[in-house]
């Protein structure tokens, strides 16, 4: 009757594999995490070690069973895709809201003097929620990057994350990463991406390119300090027709993305406006 009832199993269900999470202790890690062997619980610290790569296929859960940190000192490839996000995230969040324990959080991916010798990390297409630095010295919730700039972050989304009001760390003073989103939702087709390492001096909006275009165009412009940061599109006439960045951003320079397929030939106008008082118009023409 065992017998049966197994091969029942088999037969209904072939691809049920009761085996599939893989339990990682606290230590070094790399080598390939596969959605195959997936959730992977983090049950202490982990580090990739100086000259080893620890990749991490799209669609693989990490989950962290206490307040641990993914210490990168070699290179970490996260790269999911639109429809099958990498999650970071911890087991308990009870306790989250409390700024003053490490109740309810993971200790984030942290980049801290990571040597240069290594290759570029990529964390794309990934999702990082209830990452929590407590003490000030220790400060980005779900990511931190200090005295590094190989890495790129590009169409992530970071929710629910808590280090003394700010999600993502920076130094004051030297390098920065290329942070490709900040509480920016995945899918969202006028992403945003930063293309630039270095902190511009001044704010500017740049010429769009091409211009005339069809129906795709990319507007550019420059941050000086974190902002507050609105960039919207005006018919002829003066009437919004599309918002394309409503989010605070940290200081760079950012590309957007604007697909003008809906929208009819003819003039438009696109304005950034940022908290710091920047105001500037500039117009682009659409022609199909």
């Known amino acids: 009757m065992v017998r049966m009832l197994i091969i029942f199993i088999c037969i209904i269900f072939p691809n049920y594999d009761a085996w ?51 210490e990168v000192q070699g290179r970490l490839l996260a790269v999911g895709t639109a ?14 809201s409390n700024p003053d324990t490490t109740l309810g959080g993971w200790f984030g991916i942290r980049f801290t003097d990571t040597p240069l010798t290594n290759d570029s990390s990529k964390i794309h297409y990934c999702k990082l929620q209830y990452g929590k630095a407590v003490a000030s010295a220790y400060a980005g919730g779900a990511l931190c990057v200090l005295n590094f700039d190989k890495l790129t972050v590009s169409n992530c989304r970071f929710q629910h994350n808590m280090a003394g009001g700010r999600e993502l760390h920076f130094p004051s003073a030297g390098t920065n990463a290329d942070m490709g989103a900040y509480e920016h939702n995945l899918g969202i087709p006028s992403a945003v991406t930063v293309n630039n390492l270095n902190i511009p001096d001044q704010f500017k909006l740049l010429q769009n390119y091409p211009n005339p275009f069809n129906p795709k165009t990319i507007i550019s412009y420059q941050l000086a300090v974190i902002s507050h940061v609105e960039l919207d599109i005006y018919n002829i006439v003066g009437q919004k027709v599309a918002t394309l960045v409503n989010e605070k951003q940290l200081a760079g320079t950012y590309q957007v993305q604007w697909d003008a397929g809906k929208y009819s030939s003819g003039v438009y106008y696109y304005r950034l406006s940022t908290d710091a008082g920047f105001v500037h118009t500039r117009k682009l023409v659409l022609l199909k």
Do not use: C, R
Not at 24 to 41: D, E, F, Q
Not at 87 to 94: I, K, R
């Open 83 to 96: 429809s099958d996000t990498i999650l970071f995230t911890v087991n308990d969040t009870s306790g989250f």
């Open 20 to 70: 599939s999470e893989t339990t990682v202790p606290g230590g070094n890690i790399s080598g390939k995490w596969t959605i195959a062997n997936s959730p992977y619980l983090i049950e202490g610290e982990i580090t990739i070690p100086n000259d080893s790569t620890l990749m991490i296929d799209q669609g693989v859960i990490v989950e962290f069973q206490g307040h641990y940190a993914l």
